[in-house]
């Protein structure tokens, strides 16, 4: 496939425009087993979305993670496998779904965007954002046997990829973005760097796309 033209963004800054004012669900909110480091740092993506979002609900597998947000102050919480219709478990549909570094997570990718779209309006928007098959980062890493991934990663994910994917459960992509990771000061410095340059974007950290229900 011809890859479409990418430019980097924020990762949560993605995410946070197409919420805003919106009612959204979060799938896959708890982010186990890191849910209550994340809430202390401020990292967690869920405290975000409830600050910008006219209206939240929140899905997730883990009890325990869902358990944490509630004891946080967060309410209209589920639990769910998200890999199984989503319409059974939540309320109505959204008018945005956000899975936020969620995918590379689940065994069965193509149910679970099925599920996703079950929920989402047919004027609504998915956002997806995932690590990026082609990082470069990723890559040097593995010159010294060393692949830094969380515990529960099952998968990669590409443009291309991630395309006929979309294509095969009636999700069309609306816009493509990608994001490079800053996490160390020493990050932002490359960072700036590799963002000057445009080619350099497809092996940038992540991909960001929002897409919607094909008609």
């Given at each position: ?29 708890a ?15 869920h ?70 779209r ?7 928007r ?57 996490k ?32």
């Open positions: 496939m011809k890859l479409p033209i990418l430019t980097p963004v924020d990762r949560v800054d993605f995410i946070e425009h197409y919420a805003r004012g919106k009612r959204v669900l979060h799938v896959g909110c982010d186990m087993p890191f849910t209550q480091d994340r809430l202390a740092r401020g990292e967690l993506l405290p975000r979305l409830h600050a910008c979002a006219r209206e939240l609900a929140g899905v997730d597998l883990s009890e325990e993670g869902i358990a944490m947000l509630r004891a946080a102050g967060y309410d209209n919480l589920y639990v769910a496998d998200c890999e199984k219709p989503l319409s059974a478990s939540t309320p109505g549909q959204y008018e945005v779904v956000v899975a936020g570094e969620t995918l590379e997570h689940v065994a069965n990718a193509g149910d679970f965007l099925s599920s996703l079950s929920v989402c309006r047919p004027d609504g998915i956002l997806i954002t995932t690590p990026n098959h082609a990082s470069i980062k990723l890559a040097a890493r593995l010159f010294g046997r060393n692949e830094i991934v969380h515990p529960e990663h099952v998968a990669y994910y590409s443009v291309s990829t991630l395309s006929r994917l979309l294509s095969m459960v009636g999700l069309e992509p609306t816009d493509w973005r990608v994001y490079w990771a800053e160390s000061p020493q990050s932002r410095v490359a960072n700036a760097a590799l963002r000057r340059i445009s080619r350099l974007q497809y092996f940038a950290d992540g991909l960001c796309v929002a897409c919607r229900p094909a008609a």
